[in-house]
């Protein structure tokens, strides 16, 4: 999307905004949780693994739902 199109739809990022945030709560929190840590703070896999105190396969098959949750309820 160019800089003119978003001038041009100011109101309309911003409803995208506010449904990607409403899709996120409807996650389970643990989803939720590797999705935007992974996805929107970056840290890697292993990153991730270390700051939930979890496996990392841990980490992949939460991403790995949390992503099909997230692509299905985005329709």
Request: charged share 30%.
């Amino acid at each position: 999307m160019s800089a003119q199109d978003r001038e041009a739809r100011p109101g309309a990022l911003r409803n995208r905004g506010h449904d990607i945030t409403d899709l996120l709560e409807r996650l389970a929190p643990e989803h939720r949780a590797v999705l935007v840590l992974r996805h929107v703070e970056g840290p890697s896999e292993q990153e991730v693994s270390a700051l939930l105190e979890i496996p990392v396969g841990t980490v992949r098959s939460r991403l790995f739902r949390a992503r099909r949750s997230f692509r299905s309820a985005w329709g």
